[in-house]
């Protein structure tokens, strides 16, 4: 999880990634940065982010965005 806070810090400086629940509602995350942090995690965890993953409550909160992470993970 630590690595995917500092991930989620460089690509939103300034803003309390780890306890945002909010960061595509409230456009924290914009396409851009969505897609950024999709390479960012599938190189750090050696995972694939498949199109169906790209859901607002997937990349909404850092908890959820691990918890994709973590079942991707087993799934591979």
Do not use: Q, Y
């Not at 995917?4 to 629940?21: A, F, K, Q, R």
């Not at 995972?47 to 965005?65: K, M, Q």
Request: proline share 4%; hydrophobic share 45%; with cysteine.
């Amino acid at each position: 999880m630590e690595e995917l806070i500092e991930i989620l810090e460089e690509l939103v400086p300034g803003e309390d990634v780890e306890n945002c629940t909010t960061l595509i509602d409230d456009h924290i995350l914009d396409s851009f940065g969505i897609l950024s942090l999709v390479s960012e995690i599938e190189e750090a965890f050696d995972i694939e982010v498949s199109p169906a993953e790209l859901t607002p409550g997937n990349f909404n909160s850092a908890a959820a965005l691990w918890e994709m992470i973590c079942r991707l993970k087993e799934e591979n």
